[in-house]
């Protein structure tokens, strides 16, 4: 019986209906359930939660000691004047619900410090944690926390013109990858029985113009391909030179018309566009082979995740049933055909897919009884989306903050190669550490105050020539950029806190609900240039 009109069901997919149709229901679903935790509400930090209680994650807790000033008033949104001299916690926390009435809000009224000492747990019931505004020891306690306990966290910072993200997550993996411009699972190269029966059943030679027409492409595709091989030693063609000779092959079968010219049929045509797409050898992407290797996938355990599981499920079919291919997806994309032959192909596509899924959700169970756990502790619906997916499998381990900054442990090549360029943009990550070595030995940030603008230019210099010292690091570092880090007083611009809310939000998405590939690991955003740099750090 479906849901009458004015529902909380339909009203919810009516609210949501385009992010619905981006992560689905079960994506939705994860959204909803996901604890938010954001440290410090800065003019970054709201942005960012802004981002997340509009397509309706389930809850956020505010952590800031701080009371409002007439600067947050400046250049925070969700920050009024009459609010000055209040806690910033709860009066971010109260404008920011009123944006989404499904989403619950909490505030601490405390610095993270202060938890960190007296309730550390806190910070482990959340879905993730993200930290804006934090001193640098704070903030490698926070994350220590956190990696300890498997607790994602999302560091953001506006500084400036320069915006500043790094993800510290030990393990993440992701199934529904969504990879653009993905290749359709067609298996042209090596059919599976119940597609050639199908392909073989269809004789183009006895059908009508009508039929001949509206015969889907795959099915011509796969006629000329078999002749192909026929010809070249059950070969696929490999080179431009042989799949030209191939597009040629398929046009010979276009229907000529009783003037001696070739009629119009676009399902030809989509046979001759789709060679290069349709005509590949069916591989186990890298990617995929590299999580079949991966230790947690070989030495699975009771208290194995249902990822590395079904990874080991999908492996042995892979090694036995699959013959050395993974799952059918059982997809296959629209085209020029009747409705009739066109449902008849895709339903072919669609029961091996499900045939193979069988075979997986048998080891699934098999998998789970060996490691003493319920059969049924990993659902047919999972194990179906995994193989839907199983292409498109990845899995994201970023380094934890702790190894990032000792110097006995940074990523001290990469740095040293990126710093070659003195315009690149990991100079600004350069700099955003001095700036807290900076705070740190002179508790202010460079450039608060005007007048000291030239004197701490010569202090911050001395803050990132140490720490490239300690990294045995031999890189100059351009006096411009200096004195524009001083020239920023640590103040947040209000459109790169926007923009770097907006791009914060995204990766909590990603992370929550396990769509799509988070970035690994440190982000830096130029807005003078409007360009930006992924690092693994």
């Keep these: 019986m479906s849901a009458p009109r004015g529902s909380p069901v339909i009203d919810k997919e009516k609210k949501y209906d385009r992010q619905l149709r981006l992560w689905g229901d079960h994506g939705q679903a994860a959204l909803e359930c996901a604890q938010i935790c954001l440290v410090n509400a800065t003019a970054t930090g709201t942005e960012i939660l802004k981002n997340l209680i509009l397509p309706g994650i389930g809850s956020f807790s505010i952590v800031d000691g701080n009371r409002v000033s007439g600067e947050d008033v400046g250049n925070n949104f969700f920050l009024e004047k ?90 993440h993996t992701v199934i529904e990858s969504h990879p653009d411009n993905a290749f359709e699972d067609l298996r042209l190269d090596q059919p599976f029985p119940g597609l050639v029966q199908y392909l073989d059943s269809m004789d183009m030679s006895k059908m009508t113009k009508q039929e001949h027409m509206h015969t889907p492409y795959l099915v011509i595709l796969y006629k000329y391909l078999e002749e192909w091989k026929a010809k070249n030693g059950g070969k696929l063609p490999k080179n431009y030179k042989e799949k030209e000779t191939l597009r040629q092959l398929i046009r010979t079968g276009i229907l000529i018309n009783e003037h001696g010219v070739p009629e119009v049929e676009e399902n030809f045509d989509e046979a001759v566009t789709s060679v290069n797409a349709a005509v590949l050898p069916t591989r186990t992407p890298s990617e995929v082979s590299s999580i079949f290797q991966d230790s947690s996938c070989i030495n699975l355990t009771s208290e194995s995740a249902s990822f590395w599981v079904m990874a080991q499920a999908v492996k042995q079919f892979v090694e036995n049933e699959g013959k050395g291919v993974l799952p059918l997806r059982g997809s296959i994309p629209d085209m020029f055909a009747d409705s009739k032959r066109y449902i008849q192909l895709q339903n072919v596509y669609v029961e091996q897919a499900k045939q193979d899924q069988l075979a997986v959700l048998s080891r699934v169970q098999q998998l789970l009884k060996s490691l003493g756990r319920p059969s049924d502790a990993i659902s047919e619906s999972e194990v179906k989306l995994f193989c839907k997916n199983a292409h498109f499998l990845r899995v994201v381990r970023c380094r934890s903050l702790a190894d990032e900054y000792a110097t006995d442990t940074a990523n001290v090549s990469d740095l040293a190669m990126n710093l070659e360029n003195p315009d690149s943009e990991i100079v600004l990550y350069v700099l955003l550490r001095a700036v807290d070595r900076f705070h740190k030995q002179y508790n202010r940030y460079p450039g608060n ?89």
């Design 449 to 537: 105050y005007d007048d000291q603008v030239d004197g701490d230019s010569v202090k911050l210099k001395g803050c990132a020539c140490a720490m490239l010292q300690e990294l045995n690091i031999h890189a100059n570092i351009k006096d411009d950029y200096i004195n524009e880090m001083c020239r920023y007083g640590a103040a947040e611009i209000h459109p790169v806190a926007a923009f770097m809310g907006g791009s914060a939000a995204q990766e909590v998405i990603k992370i929550v609900t396990k769509q799509f590939v988070p970035f690994n690991n440190t982000y830096i955003y130029n807005a003078i240039n409007a360009s930006s740099a992924t690092y693994r750090l």
């Design 82 to 171: 009459s609010s000055i001299g209040k806690s910033r916690a709860q009066v971010a926390k109260e404008l920011l619900q009123e944006l989404n009435s499904d989403v619950k809000g909490d505030f601490v009224e405390e610095s993270a410090e202060q938890l960190l000492e007296n309730n550390p747990n806190f910070f482990c019931t959340f879905s993730i944690v993200i930290a804006t505004d934090l001193a640098e020891r704070t903030l490698l306690d926070l994350a220590a926390l956190l990696w300890d306990a498997h607790i994602p966290l999302l560091v953001c910072r506006s500084y400036g013109l320069i915006g500043y993200m790094r993800l510290a997550v030990k393990e």
